[in-house]
């Protein structure tokens, strides 16, 4: 019979496609709006600029295009903020329906104060800043990049055509390279990003209100890629050395990105060819990886893609070990031991999609500005494609980061490596064996466009409690559990027989595995559910993975790029 957790975790990770729905229709009417909002300023752009565009009519139209942009932006905060209101009771509610559920006898469950669950949910930081913080930043961005096409099209003496599609982008590219598209592409991974804040939030409100019930939280990761860095790129080892990543071996001592401390490798891998983007610094270094590869921002983790967009710098050397040592360390990377970084690549079509990258400058003429490294950050240079390299990925314990050409960069396996781990609950001790979430208060999101869930691990003793009896709906015959007379049947005491009934149908943990294990377990017709028929079809019998149904960003890839990318597997799925 299965066990009230297994029961539990069962209809959690299904509800995680309820949860992808809602965020998949709350992202489409956010695009929508604010495509209607892109086309009132490609008509205004029109209307105001002319043969004479002067620099002071540029900074008087963007003071007007500022003031609509930050109407703009407050109704998208606005609208998204009524939306995860509603979504966080409904999420509260799905918890406390599943106790219901998979519990054969009632329990008694604390209700949540909807001012406390309001409050976590819109002032609880995540990705290093709460919601209204993550709009400000895209109202920032979108005004600099806005600002930057404009600037760069005047001093080009481009005509009114050619900044608009400099703004807007071009129809060939489904409007993909224009400024206006990052701002789409930065709306999208908020919207996205808070969605699962909000989802985990709400749930670990209401466990915060029932905690008697429950040992711990089980971080449980969905649908997740791999981040990976080019062969020679170059990471600190304990010892001071820089080496390339290609000859880390498991069990070298490298320095923690995070701690700065001598921590070992846990594992490494080559992943074979995959696109690559190259981040620039404005102090001379570069770090070629994965388009999102995360570094260390002041807001959090943030994809190489994105650092442009964000205007962010990211955590140097300095912050991560002593200064002697930073010194050195700086010094003997810069110019990476004598090599060169690559020449500038011509990015095709396709690549274009698969990376979803297009290339961007931090900030134009940044030499003759002399931007510096400061308080431990350097500023970005640019980030530009690199074309397909080899690319590795390394897992370091506990950090789960580590010091790559003179910056803090994350190891892939963020989510992977918290798969399975436990959250603790109180001061309750984990059940034995169980793996602790490091860091213990570590909630999703952990990264942008984070799908990881938290899920409850029901604890048998806090369901029970001293009851003498229970009824066991799950049986035909309402059975019940009579734990007084199994007792003095048995000649045991009634606390070994509770543990024993506990055991047998609380269970402690469900098994350990991944998304992808658990739904390859379930049945043809939910995962087309959750796929589609066509995705199904290729993930049952073309031997696809998830991770191959999405795209860098966290993205659903169509048929028609699934058939482009994995032809083998539609043969393999006669499709």
């Given at each position: ?68 942009r ?10 998204l ?226 650092l ?18 930073s ?47 400061r ?13 397909r ?10 950090d ?27 001061d ?13 208060d ?23 409690g ?16 009579d ?57 049952r ?35």
């Amino acid at each position: 019979m299965t066990t009230f957790n297994e029961a539990f975790f069962d209809e959690s990770l299904r509800h995680a496609t309820d949860v992808r729905r809602f965020t998949i229709g709350e992202v489409a009417a956010i695009l929508e709006l604010l495509e209607k909002a892109d086309q009132q300023l490609v008509k205004k752009l029109r209307s105001r600029i002319g043969p004479r565009f002067t620099m002071e009519r540029l900074q008087n139209l963007l003071k007007d295009l500022g003031a609509a942009r930050a109407v703009t932006m407050s109704a998208l905060r606005a609208r998204l903020r009524g939306r995860l209101a509603d979504f966080a009771k409904q999420e509260v509610e799905f918890e406390a329906g599943v106790v219901q559920t998979v519990v054969p006898f009632k329990v008694e469950l604390a209700t949540v104060n909807l001012n406390t669950l309001q409050s976590a949910i819109f002032n609880r930081p995540f990705e290093g800043a709460p919601l209204r913080g993550w709009f400000k930043t895209l109202e920032v961005a979108d005004m600099r990049n806005l600002s930057r096409a404009l600037q760069t099209g005047i001093a080009n003496g481009e005509s009114v055509d050619q900044m608009v599609r400099r703004v807007a982008g071009t129809r060939a590219r489904r409007f993909a390279d224009g400024a206006l598209s990052m701002t789409r592409r930065n709306a999208e991974a908020v919207v996205r990003t808070s969605v699962n804040h909000v989802s985990n939030t709400a749930r670990e409100v209401f466990w915060d209100a029932n905690e008697d019930i429950i040992q711990a939280l089980r971080w449980t990761s969905t649908l997740d890629g791999r981040t990976c860095l080019v062969a020679e790129s170059k990471v600190l080892s304990s010892n001071g050395d820089w080496r390339n990543i290609k000859d880390i071996e498991v069990g070298d001592m490298v320095v923690g990105g995070v701690s700065g401390q001598p921590r070992c490798v846990t594992g490494r891998a080559c992943y074979g060819e995959k696109v690559t983007v190259l981040v620039e610094t404005v102090d001379g270094g570069f770090i070629q990886c994965t388009p999102d590869h995360l570094f260390l921002t002041p807001i959090g983790w943030a994809e190489a893609r994105s650092l442009c967009d964000l205007g962010l710098p990211v955590r140097g050397a300095s912050e991560s070990f002593s200064r002697d040592e930073s010194e050195v360390g700086r010094s003997r990377i810069s110019g990476h031991d004598g090599c060169q970084a690559p020449n500038p690549v011509v990015q095709s079509e396709n690549e274009r999609k698969e990376s979803g990258f297009v290339f961007r400058s931090r900030v134009a003429g940044y030499v003759e500005r002399e931007i510096r490294p400061r308080d431990g950050w350097t500023e970005i240079a640019s980030v530009r494609y690199s074309g397909r390299a080899p690319v590795y990925d390394i897992e370091v314990e506990e950090d789960h980061s580590f010091v790559c050409a003179g910056v803090v960069v994350h190891n892939s396996a963020i989510c992977q490596a918290r798969d399975g781990a436990l959250k603790p609950v109180g001061d309750k001790p984990l059940p034995n064996g169980a793996r602790r979430l490091d860091p213990p208060d570590a909630t999703p999101p952990a990264h942008p466009n984070c799908r990881s869930v938290l899920v409850a691990v029901l604890d048998g003793e806090g369901l029970l409690g001293s009851r003498p009896f229970i009824t066991d709906k799950r049986r035909p015959d309402e059975r019940i559990a009579d734990f007084r007379a199994e007792a003095r049947r048995s000649g045991k005491s009634i606390v070994d027989v509770r543990k024993a009934w506990q055991k047998e149908n609380v269970g402690t943990l469900p098994a350990e595995t991944t998304y992808n294990e658990w739904l390859g377990k379930q049945s043809a017709s939910f995962q087309d559910e959750v796929l589609g028929k066509t995705k199904g079809a290729l993930f049952r019998r073309g031997d696809l993975s998830l991770d191959k149904f999405v795209d860098r960003r966290g993205n659903e890839l169509t048929i028609t790029d699934l058939r482009g990318r994995h032809p083998g597997a539609f043969d393999a799925a006669n499709i």
